[in-house]
Nanobody, 121 residues
C-alpha cells in the first residue's frame, strides 16, 4: 500500500522560503512521477509542479522561477523548495504519486495528507 507523508509547511512572511518534503513508501519510488498540488480555501486543487522518473520537471506558470521540485530516490522523497513566497501561495500542499514514469495529475490515486503553508503579507 502506497503511503505519502508530507512535512515542512508553516507560517512565513511574504518573500520568505519554505521547503516541503514528501516521503513515500509502498511502491518502487524511482519508477513513478511525483507531483505537488495545492488547494486554497474555496478553490479547487491545482497543479504546482511535477517531476518524472527521469527527473524532468514541469511547473505551473504561477510558481515558475520561484519553486523547485526535486527528488532523492535513495530516500524515497520528493521536495518542493519554495522561494519568494507570496500571500497567494497560501494553501494546503499535497504530494501525489503518478500512474507511471511521466504522468501525475489531480486524478492521481495516491495522495499525502497535506501540509499547510501560510504566507503573511
Amino acid at each position: 500500500q502506497v503511503q505519502l507523508v508530507e512535512s515542512g509547511g508553516g507560517l512565513v512572511e511574504a518573500g520568505g522560503s519554505l521547503r516541503l518534503a514528501c516521503a513515500a513508501s509502498g511502491r518502487t519510488f524511482s519508477s513513478y512521477a511525483m507531483g505537488w498540488f495545492r488547494q486554497a480555501p474555496g478553490k479547487e486543487r491545482e497543479f504546482v509542479a511535477r517531476i518524472t522518473s527521469g527527473s524532468s520537471t514541469y511547473y505551473a506558470d504561477s510558481v515558475k522561477g520561484r519553486f523547485t521540485i526535486s527528488r532523492d530516490n535513495a530516500k524515497n522523497t520528493v521536495y518542493l523548495q519554495m522561494n519568494r513566497l507570496k500571500p497567494e501561495d497560501t494553501a494546503v500542499y499535497y504530494c501525489a504519486q503518478g500512474v507511471n514514469q511521466i504522468v501525475v495529475t489531480t486524478a492521481a490515486s495516491y495522495w499525502g495528507q497535506g501540509t499547510q503553508v501560510t504566507v503573511s503579507s
